[in-house]
């Protein structure tokens, strides 16, 4: 798959890039076009008003234009000036991966755009939604770095497995509904098996919650006061319609704390709440108050858990710095702490992000298991031990010993070498012929195979993910078309061609075209279209040709009384070009 990249994109690891797709800008069709440039349009218009002011300043910054859909990776060339990058990507992308991407200040992109049909809104990631909406924000210095942070920290999160399969029926649903003539009794079906997801979670894993924290942040966030407000979340940005009905008093305000975390949404629906922050600064405190309640920073038996739970790559890290990555199994444990953790299939033993010599998945490629904490009866951990305390214990190389830890694990063998950190801690001990047991279970026996036990009194932290990204294939995604990509009935072709006429009559590169005989094929042929009758209205104003402009309006008044749900959307761009709001 190849991209335009850039120094800020050639740091991205090959697990990142396996999503990143072409944008292919000679897809877009004079149709979608119209749909960015009215979106915009009416946004630059309304948004100036009530959107924090970094967005209008953004879209300056960022080169964004109004009038055509942005191609992403000449856009590229301005957000490498305030330290970011685009890339066009695959849809809905897995959460951790999306985080990521954030952490990386790389801005992800989904190319596809709405149908003129959700023009208002959709629930599926399109380019109005994310070029529009995220990219101009992130102008600002202050929300770029929380923006980033947000992203490190949430690519640790741990998931569960229910996260995955609400996931996958979220995206299925963002499909469907953005494809063309998907029967309504699919949608409906989909939306029940999401709402029957979403019902039946459980407990709210560390990703479910910080996914809370970003949908009612970077998506929907508000800022200034709960009485006076400004917008600045991206879904806001980008949803002409919520846009306006969150500044309504049908909205609740609240102002923004750490309870956003346990406060869920539905991504089908305006929202009946959303939450105030009283500047940027004030994000990055609760995001930090978070993040010290996940296992990455807590670590303990709890954190582990989490991973078990999850069935994911996770990776935990003792005391001694030692870390561990891999599809952790089971723990046992002792006065709520662990003494003894399992991995199930390859694993792979890092220090300080870097996979250790002699430790990869070939060599421990089916499981890694091993007891931790002190030993019973002994008060010094044995990663306190200095060469004398060793000896003294008869933990050196050589000797053939029985070691008992607290918790009722016991591990006996001939040592055969140890390994030490930078400062000289042992983190690991290697045993021949070794067998470990839990009271009178055997949990392990080496015969000939060297068995390695970790050395660590606790686990200080635990996260998602490997340590090492090196040590693992994460490459496992298939680039696919995010709608359903159907043949295009002739109707809709010959519409698509009076939008492309109109297009570039006004562009200048064809001004042959009759403006008046493509509006009268066009109230004939397609009567319920209205965007483009709102193009030709334009022009007519613009040139000078009232009467032409009076006959188009009047066709729109029809227009809104044969179906009423367009009526807002015609009268806002009527408006828009009596007012001469259109940003030159």
């Known amino acids: 798959m190849s991209f335009e990249s850039n ?61 055509r859909i942005p191609n992403m990776y000449g856009m590229n060339r301005i957000l490498q000036e305030i330290g970011w990058a685009a890339v066009a990507v695959d849809g809905f992308i897995p959460p951790a991966a999306f985080m990521e991407f954030q952490a990386y200040n790389v801005l992800v992109i989904a190319s596809d755009i709405r149908q003129l049909e959700h023009i208002e809104y959709t629930p599926a990631p399109d380019i109005i939604h994310e070029g529009a909406g995220h990219a101009p924000i992130i102008a600002n210095p202050e929300y770029a770095e929380y923006l980033r942070r947000f992203g490190e920290i949430g690519c640790k999160a741990i998931s569960s497995a229910k996260d995955f399969e609400l996931y ?11 494809a063309s003539g ?21 407990e709210p894993s560390e990703m479910a919650l910080i996914r809370n924290l970003h949908w009612w942040t970077v998506e929907y966030g508000l800022i200034g006061t709960v009485d006076d407000p400004k917008i600045y979340g991206a879904g806001l940005l980008s949803s002409i319609g919520e846009s306006a009905w969150c500044m309504t008093d049908k909205v609740r305000k609240i102002p923004y704390s750490i309870e956003a975390a346990h406060t869920s949404f539905d991504i089908t629906q305006p929202q009946p709440q959303l939450f105030v922050t009283p500047d940027f600064a004030f994000l990055s405190q609760v995001l930090e108050e978070f993040a010290n309640s996940m296992a990455v920073r807590k670590g303990g038996l709890s954190a582990l858990r989490k991973l078990i739970n999850s069935k994911e ?14 599809n952790f199994e089971n723990a046992i444990d002792f006065e709520g702490k662990p003494v003894f953790f399992q991995t199930k299939g390859p694993t792979a033993l890092a220090f300080r992000e870097k996979e250790l010599v002699g430790h990869s998945t070939q060599h421990h490629y089916d499981s890694f298991g091993s007891p931790m904490g002190k030993l019973k009866g ?14 003294a214990y008869n933990i050196f190389e050589g000797q053939t010993i029985t070691l008992e830890f607290e918790g009722g694990i016991t591990i006996s063998g001939e040592i055969v ?33 060297l068995y390695n036990m970790a050395v660590g009194e606790h686990i200080v932290s635990a996260f998602n993910g490997p340590a090492d990204l090196q040590s693992f294939d994460l490459i496992d995604h298939e680039i696919t078309s995010t709608t359903s990509k159907t ?34 094929q066009l109230a004939v042929e397609f ?20 009467d032409f402009a009076m006959e188009i309006a009047s066709h729109l008044e029809i227009v809104k009384q044969n179906h009423p749900r367009f009526g807002h959307l015609i009268d806002d761009g009527l408006q828009l070009v009596d007012l001469q709001l259109i940003p030159k």
């Open 182 to 202: 998907t029967p309504k009794k699919d949608i409906e079906k989909a939306e029940k098996h999401i709402a029957k997801l979403q019902n039946n979670m459980g």
């Open 417 to 449: 070498t140890g390994t030490r950190n930078l400062k000289g801690e042992i983190i690991l001990i290697t045993f021949r012929n070794c067998t470990v047991n839990h009271k009178q279970k055997i949990l392990f026996k080496s015969d000939e195979r």
């Open 527 to 546: 009567p319920g279209d209205w965007l483009l009758s709102i193009e030709l209205y334009e022009l007519a104003k613009t040139n000078g040709d009232l």
């Open 168 to 178: 996958e029926a979220v995206r299925h649903l963002s499909i469907i509904k953005e």
């Open 378 to 391: 002994i008060n010094l951990a044995i990663e306190a031990m200095s060469p004398r305390d060793l000896k």
């Open 487 to 520: 043949e295009i009935a002739p109707e809709k072709k010959k519409l698509e061609k009076y939008y492309q006429q109109v297009r570039e009559f006004r562009e200048g590169s064809n001004t042959t075209i009759s403006r008046h005989k493509v509006f009268e």
């Open 7 to 67: 120094p800020i994109l050639d740091k991205l690891p090959e697990h990142l890039k396996q999503f990143i797709k072409p944008q292919d800008y000679e897809e877009y069709t004079a149709i979608n076009q119209a749909v960015w440039r009215y979106v915009m349009r009416k946004n630059v218009d309304y948004l100036s008003k009530v959107a924090h002011r970094s967005y209008v300043e953004g879209l300056r910054k960022t080169g964004i234009s109004i009038d």
């Open 313 to 326: 790559l996770g990776t935990i890290e003792l005391s001694t710095g030692l870390q561990v990555s891999g």
